[in-house]
């Protein structure tokens, strides 16, 4: 377990800065005693080892620390945003305790107790006496609820066990060269499950979390030094976009992006101003990382991770030959096996140890992978049946706009009709025009429609939710 990891920093290096907190420097051996004190408070809260809570706030060190802090007793914990609404009622219903900021939401919560700062400074105020909490450590132990990202405008849940936790802790230390010199910068929330894994997979390895929302990502990856940080395809744009002119490029930088593929021209962009290494996965929250693209391919291929397994299949479920088009399959050694209260979705997408989620892509024999976006969303056309994220590829390419969503959407006739959404337009209306047709021009798809948006809508993981996306357009259209 991470608090193991963390303990073994403290005793061997209690000096080692563990997180640096809205610039307040947490040695491990500090950490380490703050983990041990919010687990007896957890503890006193009367949640035991096979419980659940979900936590709810804003104060990034107290989240760290109750997450810790639940993963070593072995109680599986669930983050949450203040803003999600009644989307998180599911979850906030089905958990044991509900842990919340005075501003977070707790509808539907059996029982609750309030995170204020009072309560988090009298739990962390006393000395810590050093005395190591008994904790259970069997593999199938809960310690992680996760949630989907909610493409749909819904999310699943499912459990994450020490086993997997572990597993894909082990996939981020060497996929990332984590080492006692790493400085991850934090930029997602907490309920991201990247955010947490790589950050756990950080301290496992003796390094530094980064706590900073005071300042954007540049200024907090000039300021400390960071060599990892996760930045969303939209994310490194607009912080690519407001680099100023004399900013020094780190010496050392690891870019993690996903949830929409990184084009090649934002690659260079961020290679030639801001990162030594910029890494494109395709993973899912149930499975963990499936493959990466460290160098730009031309044909948008990146390559299996070591412990992935993937194949093409087709309808039935047999592969299809290799190089041609089929519906993904995937299994890891870290993988979930089932959602929490959704037998129908489970059997669905759950089926001879194989996780199918819904993209369509290709599979070469040499191991490596392309992505060509999800199944269901094939658009048809005139005829002609496009896949919206080739498209949304075309347009992000030739830079059209900061952010880009295509759907289609039917007519007075019942016919499907395109629509290009774009959003942060730095262009005005005649260039942004040439440069969505010179991008059309591959596909000869014929009229078109564009429109524009404040946002496109993404889930906090960087995907487009489409279903949002037609709303938003069809909104826009009957507003004009």
């Known amino acids: ?92 219903a089905s958990v044991d305790l ?3 900021a005075p501003d977070f939401p707790t509808t539907g919560a059996r029982r609750c107790h309030p995170l204020t700062q009072p309560w988090i400074q009298g739990v962390l105020a006393p000395p810590d006496d050093g005395e190591a909490l008994p904790s259970t450590k069997a593999p199938d132990d809960p310690v992680r609820i996760v949630r989907t990202s909610g493409t749909t405008g819904a999310n699943k849940r499912f459990l994450v066990t020490r086993r997997m936790h572990d597993s894909v802790s082990a996939q981020w230390q060497w996929g990332f060269a984590l080492s006692r010199r790493s400085r991850y910068l934090q930029t997602l929330p907490l309920m991201v499950r990247a955010a947490y894994d790589l950050g756990s997979a950080c301290l496992r390895s003796g390094g530094t979390v980064e706590l900073e929302t005071r300042t954007g990502a540049i200024e907090a990856v000039a300021a400390h030094a960071i060599t990892h940080a996760i930045l969303l395809p939209a994310h490194l744009k607009s912080e690519l976009d407001r680099l100023p002119p ?24 961020a290679i030639a101003r801001l ?38 299949v087709d309808e039935r479920g047999d592969p299809v030959p290799s190089g041609e088009m089929g519906r993904i399959r995937v299994k890891t050694e870290g993988m979930s096996e089932a959602y929490i209260g959704d037998p129908e979705t489970t059997r669905r997408m759950f089926r001879d140890g194989w996780f199918y989620p819904g993209d369509a892509g290709i ?118």
């Open 363 to 480: 599979l070469r024999p040499d191991r490596r992978l392309k992505i060509l976006g999800r199944a269901d969303d094939l658009l048809n056309i005139g005829g002609q049946k496009f896949l919206p994220a080739v498209l949304e590829d075309l347009l992000v390419n030739r830079e059209v706009a900061g952010d880009v969503g295509v759907c289609a959407i039917m007519n007075a006739d019942g016919i499907d009709e395109l629509y290009i959404a774009v959003s942060n337009v730095a262009h005005d209306d005649k260039e942004l025009m040439g440069r969505i047709e010179h991008a059309m021009r591959p596909v000869q798809i014929g009229r078109f429609y564009v429109v524009k948006l404040d946002r496109i809508p993404r889930s906090p993981n960087g995907k487009l939710q489409r279903e949002v996306l037609k709303e938003d357009v069809a909104r826009s259209l009957r507003v004009r």
């Open 275 to 312: 990162a030594t290494g910029l890494c494109d996965l395709y993973g899912t929250v149930e499975v963990g990382c499936v493959s990466a693209m460290w160098q730009h391919d031309p044909d948008g291929f990146g390559a299996l991770w070591p412990q992935a397994q993937a194949e093409a």
């Open 246 to 269: 004399d900013f020094a490029k780190p010496r050392e930088l690891t870019i993690v992006s996903f949830g929409a593929a990184a084009s090649r021209m934002l690659r260079e962009r």
């Open 98 to 100: 509900v842990l919340a």
């Open 1 to 92: 377990m991470t608090a193991d990891y963390v303990a073994y920093h403290a005793a061997e290096r209690p000096d080692a800065v563990a997180m640096i907190h809205h610039g307040r420097a947490v040695s491990y051996a500090g950490f380490c005693g703050d983990i041990r004190k919010v687990a007896r408070a957890v503890s006193a809260l009367g949640v035991r080892s096979g419980g659940s809570v979900a936590v709810g706030t804003d104060d990034l060190y107290a989240h760290w620390l109750l997450l810790l802090a639940c993963e070593q007793l072995g109680i599986a914990a669930a983050s949450y945003l203040s803003g999600e609404g009644p989307i998180c009622t599911p979850l906030l």
